[in-house]
């Protein structure tokens, strides 16, 4: 069963960096796309990066267009999102979600009841 376990996460000052990694046996292999959501508190949780099976399509929420990057390793079976620019209003937990459907996954950021979720890990940009 695919299980993905986020990490890469931290407290960062503003205009910094981090990478998160999304990695499970088969997430790249098995024909899932993946995309990075993140929640913060007493907010609804918001699609923020996602990518088709083959890597081939990609999409973004606006607020991090040009800032961040999601790529594939298959080889390494892993999903990175490179994150530059951190602001404060990137505060928030990031997950990551696998699943067949790119329309669902990464469109419409509406992950059907078939996504498979990691546990998160937590982003803090304060200085």
């Known amino acids: 069963q695919l299980r993905p376990v986020e990490s890469g996460g931290g407290l960062v000052q503003p205009g910094g960096s981090l990478r998160l990694s999304c990695a499970a046996s088969g997430i790249t292999s098995d024909g899932y796309a993946v995309g990075w959501f993140r929640q913060a508190p007493g907010k609804e949780r918001e699609g923020v990066a996602c990518i088709s099976r083959s890597g081939g399509s990609i999409n973004y929420v606006d607020s991090v267009k040009g800032r961040f990057t999601i790529s594939r390793d298959n080889a390494k079976n892993t999903v990175y999102l490179q994150m530059n620019s951190l602001q404060p209003e990137d505060t928030a937990v990031y997950y990551c979600?696998?699943?067949?459907?790119?329309?669902?996954?990464?469109?419409?950021?509406?992950?059907?009841?078939?996504?498979?979720w990691g546990q998160g890990t937590q982003v803090t940009v304060s200085s």
């Open positions: 979600a696998a699943e067949v459907s790119y329309q669902y996954l990464c469109v419409y950021w509406s992950p059907t009841t078939q996504a498979t």
